[in-house]
């Protein structure tokens, strides 16, 4: 069987550590920027590949970068890939067919693929994670699908490219991507492939300790101080149903609780809990610039009118709100402060927070941040800004009330825990 040494798989996993220094990482935007850079990766690879994905397409794009996974397993390199069941439902029998006769193990996520389905516990709990780790040398992670930039499910081709974000990321922060996708996949893949998906578990004994130890030190969230960590200093923060259940959602609320000058959001599902309106409305009232960029063209009506019920609260309060309108908005990116940033897969709203299995890389770099500032400085300028919305009719407050209801029985169905 094609492995690495026992070395890598024998270390705890490194997304326990918080920050990690030592790292070179590339912002890419698009997958015009981000396929090329897997594909040069891929084709490149000795030993292992490993890719998890929400939405694997059946386009040319997508179909290309499956041939070079299938490329890569006929020369030996172990290929594994998990895609979520109902992100890429539509796409599943064209893959399978595509991946059928190869070495490539080729899992599903929660399938969806029997009309009972739809009535298991945990079914609205879907794998919403971007990640991609080759040879346990180069990760990549963000909000980018593996679909062609100007191709969406619901609206065929597109004018424009979708705008949206990832990282490549090279150093020690690998390990814990590493850690991540092979835990998904296997857990998708168990059942099938028992010997195999136990070789992330061995020995089980003392996972199994180390896993009781890690529930009885209470959820993980990120160290409220940071060592000294030569550059690039950052985290990778994830999102699960069991230690890490609200780290992405405080690393958020921490860094904009301590924001002393600037705060950037771009995120196309906008619908904060408590905690971070309170962070949000706190930063503006200190004196801090801001500023929110949402969806101005919807791709889902009912996530536009979520966000829209806080526009009145977020402007009285001196945010700046402003809908990117050139073509659908995809990216979840931030910077407060020129100095921290995160790019990822998580939005901000009660279904990336609380129920789906999300993954963001957190950086600590002021060449990173100013390169992200930049980017969103031109997705403001291409934008819309919200005027003043008064928001004090029956119809605001009637509109507020069924958000706020609908956020609570959708929390509820997903069996999603404590107050949001």
Known sequence: MRRLGSRRRSRHSAADAGFVGGNHIDLLRGGGQLFPRMHEAIALARHEVWLATYIFHSDETSLALADALIAADQRGVRVRVVVDGFGSGASLAALRQRFEGTGVAFAVFRPMDRWWRWFQRGQLRRLHQKLCVVDGEVAFVGGINVIDDLCDLRHGVCEQPRLDYAVAVRGGLVDAVSQCVRAIWSRAWLGRDLNDALLDYVPLRRRFSLWLTQIWRGPQRL??????????????????????????????????????????????????????????????????????????????????????????????????????????????????????????????????????????????????????????????????????????????????????????????????????
């Open 223 to 420: 160290p409220a101080s940071v060592p000294h960590l030569p550059p690039v200093c950052a985290a990778f923060v994830m999102r699960d149903n069991v230690r890490r259940r609200r780290t992405i959602e405080h690393a958020y609320a921490d860094a904009i609780r301590a924001a002393r000058q600037s705060v950037d959001i771009i995120c196309p599902y906008f619908y904060p809990g408590q905690r971070l309106r309170a962070a949000l409305r706190g930063a503006a009232r200190r004196g801090v610039r801001v500023r929110l960029l949402l969806q101005g063209k919807l791709d889902y009506r009912i996530a536009g009118w979520a966000a829209e019920a806080l526009y009145a609260d977020l402007l009285r309060h001196g945010i700046e709100v402003y809908e990117y309108t050139p073509a659908f908005l995809h990216a979840k990116v931030a910077v407060v402060d020129d100095h921290w940033a995160t790019v990822g897969s998580s939005n901000i709203d009660p279904l990336s927070l609380l129920v789906n299995l999300e993954a963001n890389v957190v950086v600590l770099d002021r060449p990173f941040a100013t390169r992200l500032a930049g980017e969103i400085d031109m997705a403001i300028a291409a934008s819309e800004r919200v005027g003043d919305r008064r928001g004090t009719g029956w119809r605001a407050l009637l509109h507020r009330a069924v958000v706020v209801w609908f956020a609570y029985v959708f929390l509820r169905v997903a069996g999603a825990a404590g107050r949001y």
